[in-house]
């Protein structure tokens, strides 16, 4: 009993958002260690890891040959295992230290509910080579939903919809399971992706996705807005020269906008397959956004344009996962109740 509550005391248990784009880290008594971009850069030639997380962001694009880049998470899951484990235990032992005396953390980690069993067991034998003693996963819009503040245990309908980088989730949540659910795999990397494509077809320059997610940060928005706003930006032509063009908000909105529509339209399927009751109840209390690709300008507008329901912001989209880990940490019973199979 009194040993249990002193190796307890020294346990600090964590929550992990494994993001396609970002990973964030919530250790129980302290909140949002680390938050750092999903990706390690190796060295081709020795397989040796150089960097995790931002100090691997910063080499993308503008690493010679030997240096790679990798980014171990695609569409929300894991495409590559190998360096998802490397990933995942440097963010561990930077979280919790390396004492050999420590009990292991127990580990809840947030997943896309479109999971596979093949993907499900991969995060979790990851997370137990990093280090965890027991772990959870846990649907990212319900850890999206609890750090949004819903009240997800209640008889109560409420809408979560969290765009991250590579996964779009959608989820209707009451009595503290997930009624209905939508997961797509489009969402803020897309986005960039189709203004790489469109700058390629309509004006000849390649630009790499760090410049491609720059231009939707300034430019990109949901609806096309009235004022016409321009942007400098440099990138190769086809011959292989630096070339510096112009191109304006309203061209980046066109770009992206077959994936907004799909965005917006998983919304839509999901209240049309709700319950009635509970989509009564979405009605009343709006849609609430998560995640950094929501930020997309006009985006809440747009959604409830096409939807007719209001729309508002969790606080921190970026964050509302981990936080979201992070209160469910302070309460196994509900782990137990709320963790996938
Ligand atoms: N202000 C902004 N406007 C538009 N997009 C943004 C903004 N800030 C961040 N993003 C986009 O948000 C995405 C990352 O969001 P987030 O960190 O929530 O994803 P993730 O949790 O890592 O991914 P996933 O949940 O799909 O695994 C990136 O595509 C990024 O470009
Ligand atoms: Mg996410």
Same mark, same amino acid.
């Given at each position: ?29 302290? $909140? /949002? *260690? ?5 990706? +390690? !850069?190796? #060295?081709?030639?020795?397989?040796r890891?150089?960097?995790?997380? =931002? ?7 503008k ?69 965890a ?43 503290? $399971? /997930? *009624? ?5 795999? +489009? !969402?803020? #990397?897309?986005?960039?992706e ?5 700058? =390629?077809?309509?004006m ?35 011959t ?8 304006t ?7 992206i ?14 209240l ?19 995640g ?50």
């Amino acid at each position: 009993m009194v040993l249990g509550r002193i190796l307890r005391s020294f346990s600090s248990n964590i929550g992990i958002d494994l993001g396609t784009a970002n990973t964030a880290v919530f250790l129980e008594g302290k $909140g /949002i *260690v680390l938050y750092e971009p999903s990706i +390690v !850069a190796i #060295d081709t030639k020795t397989g040796r890891v150089l960097a995790v997380g =931002k100090e691997a962001k910063e080499m993308v694009g503008k690493t010679p040959e030997n240096i790679q880049a990798i980014r171990p998470l695609r569409d929300g899951v894991i495409t590559d295992f190998e360096v998802t484990q490397v990933m995942l235990t440097y963010f561990i032992k930077r979280v919790i230290g390396h004492s050999i005396l420590r009990p292991k953390p127990i580990t809840v980690i947030g997943v896309p509910t479109g999971i596979t069993p093949v993907e499900k067991r991969a995060v979790i034998d990851a997370a137990k080579s990093a280090g965890a003693r027991e772990v959870y996963l846990i649907a990212e819009p319900m850890a999206a939903a609890i750090g949004a503040g819903l009240p997800v245990e209640e008889p109560i309908g409420n809408m979560i919809v969290d765009i991250g980088g590579g996964t779009t989730d959608i989820a209707v949540i009451s009595l503290a $399971g /997930i *009624v209905i659910s939508n997961s797509l795999r +489009v !969402a803020g #990397d897309e986005m960039n992706e189709a203004i790489i494509q469109y700058i =390629k077809r309509k004006m000849n320059l390649l630009i790499g996705e760090q410049t491609a997610e720059k231009i939707k940060i300034e430019l990109g928005s949901a609806l096309m807005e009235e004022e016409e706003i321009e942007m400098e930006i440099r990138g190769r032509d086809m011959t292989g020269l630096p070339r510096t063009i112009v191109i304006t908000n309203h061209m980046v909105t066109e770009a992206i906008e077959d994936t907004v529509s799909s965005i917006v339209n998983a919304v839509r399927t999901a209240l049309e397959r709700t319950p009635p009751e509970l989509a009564s109840d979405i009605a009343d209390r709006g849609i609430v956004l998560a995640g950094g690709g929501s930020l997309l300008r006009n985006l809440d507008k747009r959604i409830e344009m096409d939807t007719g329901i209001k729309c508002t912001y969790a606080d921190e989209p970026l964050t509302a996962v981990a936080r979201g880990l992070g209160k469910v940490l302070e309460n196994i019973e509900l782990i137990r109740r709320i963790s996938m199979e």
